[in-house]
């Protein structure tokens, strides 16, 4: 079983006043336990169904072991 960190970004709300446009971003991060890459990339979507956002971008997926460690 592996390891990964999974990132998306998603826009929770956009606002105009005037100029000015004003948009809310929310990272949701989640650490999913899986054989593959792509069985932790489905994990991941069915785990965050519920969370509501105006978009949903791109999902980043990470093995753990390949991330840089700092300590």
């Known amino acids: 079983m592996n390891t990964y960190i999974i990132i998306q970004m998603q826009i929770d709300s956009k606002s105009t006043i005037g ?6 971003m929310l990272n949701v991060v989640r650490k999913v336990e899986a054989e593959t890459k792509e069985l932790a990339i489905g994990k991941f979507v069915l785990a965050t ?7 949903k971008l791109d999902i980043e997926c990470y ?3 390949e ?3 700092l300590s």
Request: a negative charge; charged letters at 15%.
């Open 19 to 24: 100029n000015d446009q004003t948009i809310s």
């Open 49 to 55: 169904q519920g969370i509501k956002a105006t978009q």
């Open 63 to 65: 093995d753990i072991t």
């Open 67 to 69: 991330l840089i460690s």
